[in-house]
Each structure stands twice: as structure tokens, then as C-alpha cells.
């Protein structure tokens, strides 16, 4: 079944190309398909398009699909093209005549684009409790292990004193930031498009503003044109956004696996929590973190795909858009995925005790031992060039007795004003 079918049969090979995938993708849509079909028929009802009765029995139907939905046992057969061709055939296969008004004063290019709005609104917000909960545990990490010290690098050489309470707790601000994007996609995507139709509205009486309530949405998109403008631009905003975080994910992820490492030696895991190799009894591998840094900067690549898909389109609808879903809601669903065994994960981690009075490590304290100099009168100048020429000489012995005590540093570490800016809600 297909909702633009005029009695006309399709080349197969053509229908086969056109509708791709669409019918696997679309199960994670079907819900919130039938979400605004709801809001729709109510509204449909309201304007005189419906009766009470008709309203009733539409809302009945679509309140069994959502709990085959919700069960898991909702499928979408060979014979439909998507999930809204799908959803209408049974509407009319137990309703008859009332299931065919379902599809009055809206077309498929709104429903997909009110569908896909309204996953990533909920995704969104599920991703941003999943950062949550790994912001929470990263700044009790951080509490945990604040007078840990750990070497500071630059270019990959010992540079200054840092600690895991710095490491863990900045880590857990960067998500701060990662946040005001997620944010600022939500925001994007909450915006009612449904009614925009075929994108140039309709002339039916509808209530647009009946909809957005009856949905959740947060205001809606007034102009139709720019409602189906939308679709890419939203893909590419929300595609920023998980990238921004993945970017951060993929760092940690690359640290971690970095510390791990005899050469530097930092942290370990529980030996269940990493794989071994076929020849070699010895090796304790981080492939979670390894797959975490890869997942990770395969999501980053979205935004590049989002932005070729859709780029210099003009106005109006394109077949084009049927694209962005797959990736998308694929990149969604990794995430989830990827947060929940990163934070399950960095709880497990064995902080080890580091010697800093290993050679490797001498240097660690110039900088502090600078400074004091300078506290003591010398100019900055002067005091570099000492410490450089004893460095230099072989004769610099470390003064490791320095503290910290400014805003952000391994001695003042803020946990608690970091933890009061994570933004709570997207507006």
C-alpha cells in the first residue's frame, strides 16, 4: 500500500530503489506517528471534518497500534511503503470508511517531518539524562580521587603537576558545553510542523495551534514553507550536537586507553572489563574504549553527511530527505548506547598511585618553581632563565611543595560550581 497510490503499478526495481530501507528505520518512528495522528484526528474533529463518534473510534484504533508498538509486535509488512501507509491500511482494515479520513488536510511529508521532530525530541532529552548521569559520576570520580597526582603533558611530554581530580572533573565541565548544544538542537526541533502538508499548507480550516499543544510541542513553525525547510536543517543542527558530545566521549575514550598503557601506566580496569589476545596470555586490551573512540567519531562524520545530503536545495520538498533518516536515528541510538557503557565503565576504573619522584617526572615542577621565584622578587625573565640553565646543567632538584590556589586548578577544583551549571532544562 502506498498513500500516493493513483492504481498505477510501479516498476518493481523502481520501488524497490525508492523505498530503500524505509520500512526497518520507520519502526523507530511508529510511535510518534501515531502520537500526532491522534493530535490530528482531535483536531479534525474540531473543525467539523470528524464527529464525536468517528473521533472516538480513530483514537480507539490508534491506541491498539501503540500498544503493539509498546509490545514490540507491530511490524511493517513488504506490501507498505513506510510506517504511515502502514498505520492507515489498519485504521481502515478495522474501521473501514473512518480509517481513509485519517490522512485529511496533511501530507506524508508532514507526518515524516512531525515523526522524526518528535523522536529526536524525546532522543534528545534521553541523551541529555544519560550525560547526566555520567557528569554526576565524573565529578564523584573526581571528589574521590582530588589529591591523586597525576603528570600533566603537552605535546605528549611531562609538563606540569595535574591530578584525576582535574582529569575526571574536566571531563565532566566539557559535557557542560556539550549540553548547550543538545539544548539548542531540542529547541530547533520543538516547533509544530504539522499542517505545512505538501509544504505550502492547506485549505482546509485546520487548527495548527490545537496540534502543538496536543503534542508537546514548545511553539510551532508558523511560515509551512520553512516547516518542510526544516527538514535537513534540523538533521544538521541535532548531527552538530551529538558530534560536539561524541567529540567529547572520544577524547576520554583515547586518554583512557592512553593512560592504560605500560608506558604510562595511570589506570586500569578490572580484567572483566577488557579482552585478551589469541597469542598473547598477557595483554589486557580497553576495546571497550577503543569501539567508544571509533562509535564516537563515526557520529562526528554526520554532520559532514547531513550537510552534502541537503546542501544548495532549493525550497520545497525532495526526495533527497528520505536519507537522513537512517543515519540519524542510527547515531541516536549508538549514543544511548555508548553513554550507558561509558558510564558503567569509567565506575569500575583503578586509579594507581604514581611516583613522582621517578625521573621521567623531574621536570614536572619547573613552572612552580619559576613562580616562586618570582613571589620571592625576581622577574619573571630571570627566574626562566635560572631554572632553564639548571635544567639544562643537569643541577634543577624539584621543589614539589608548590599549592595551587586559584579558581579551576589541582587545588581548587570547584567541583561544586561545576556541578550547579549543568543546565537542567533547554529553555
Known amino acids: 500500500m502506498k498513500l500516493w497510490d493513483k492504481g498505477i503499478s510501479i516498476d518493481k526495481k523502481i520501488e524497490q530503489f525508492t523505498v530503500g530501507n524505509d520500512r526497518e528505520i520507520d519502526i523507530y518512528i511508529a510511535k510518534y506517528d501515531v502520537i500526532a495522528s491522534m493530535a490530528h484526528a482531535k483536531m479534525?474533529?474540531?473543525?467539523?471534518?470528524?464527529?464525536?463518534?468517528?473521533?472516538?473510534?480513530?483514537?480507539?484504533?490508534l491506541a491498539g497500534l501503540q500498544d503493539q508498538i509498546d509490545a514490540g509486535t507491530f511490524s511493517i509488512d513488504e506490501q507498505f511503503e513506510d510506517v504511515h501507509s502502514k498505520i492507515e491500511f489498519e485504521l481502515t482494515q478495522s474501521l473501514g470508511e473512518v480509517g481513509k479520513k485519517i490522512h485529511t488536510a496533511r501530507s506524508r511529508n508532514d507526518q515524516v517531518l512531525v515523526a522524526c521532530q518528535l523522536y529526536f525530541k524525546d532522543n534528545l532529552i534521553f541523551i541529555k539524562e544519560k550525560v547526566k548521569t555520567l557528569f554526576d559520576s565524573l565529578l564523584d570520580l573526581a571528589e574521590t580521587y582530588k589529591d591523586k597526582m597525576l603528570p600533566g603533558y603537552t605535546h605528549l611530554q611531562v609538563a606540569m603537576p595535574s591530578s584525576f581530580g582535574l582529569w575526571f572533573s574536566a571531563y565532566a565541565e566539557l559535557l557542560v558545553d556539550d549540553v548547550y548544544l543538545l539544548n539548542a538542537a531540542l529547541q530547533t526541533v520543538d516547533q509544530n510542523p504539522l499542517g505545512s502538508a505538501a509544504g505550502y499548507g492547506s485549505s482546509f480550516p485546520i487548527d495548527r495551534a490545537l496540534t502543538t499543544k496536543e503534542m508537546g510541542?514548545?511553539?510551532l513553525k508558523y511560515n509551512v514553507v520553512a516547516a518542510q525547510m526544516g527538514r535537513g536543517k534540523n538533521e544538521r543542527t541535532i548531527a552538530a550536537a551529538l558530534g560536539g558530545l561524541s567529540n567529547t566521549l572520544a577524547r576520554f575514550a583515547m586518554d583512557i586507553c592512553l593512560y592504560m598503557s605500560q608506558n604510562f601506566g595511570f589506570i586500569s580496569f578490572p580484567d572483566e572489563l577488557t579482552t585478551g589476545s589469541s597469542i598473547m596470555p598477557h595483554k589486557k586490551n580497553p576495546d571497550v574504549f577503543e569501539l567508544i573512540r571509533g562509535k564516537c567519531n563515526k557520529i562526528q562524520a554526520l554532520q559532514t553527511e547531513m550537510v552534502l545530503i541537503t546542501n544548495n536545495l532549493p525550497s520545497g520538498y525532495h526526495r533527497d530527505f528520505q536519507l537522513l533518516k537512517e543515519n540519524m536515528i542510527d547515531a541516536f541510538e549508538a549514543l544511548k548506547d555508548i553513554l550507558d557503557i561509558f558510564n558503567y565503565a569509567i565506575q569500575k576504573i583503578i586509579v594507581k598511585d604514581v611516583d613522582i619522584y621517578d625521573e621521567k617526572y623531574k621536570y614536572l615542577f619547573t613552572v612552580d618553581n619559576i613562580n616562586t621565584l618570582v613571589v620571592d622578587g625576581m622577574s619573571f625573565r630571570e627566574a626562566y632563565q635560572q631554572i632553564g640553565s639548571q635544567v639544562q646543567e643537569g643541577t634543577y632538584q624539584p621543589d614539589m611543595s608548590?599549592?595551587?590556589?586559584?579558581?579551576?586548578?589541582?587545588?581548587?577544583?570547584?567541583?561544586?560550581?561545576?556541578?550547579?551549571?549543568?543546565?537542567?532544562?533547554?529553555?
Open 44 to 61: 479534525l474533529e474540531q473543525i467539523g471534518i470528524l464527529n464525536a463518534e468517528e473521533l472516538k473510534q480513530l483514537l480507539d484504533g
Open 217 to 219: 510541542f514548545g511553539t
Open 402 to 427: 608548590k599549592k595551587h590556589s586559584h579558581i579551576g586548578s589541582i587545588h581548587n577544583l570547584c567541583l561544586n560550581d561545576i556541578r550547579v551549571k549543568f543546565p537542567e532544562e533547554h529553555d
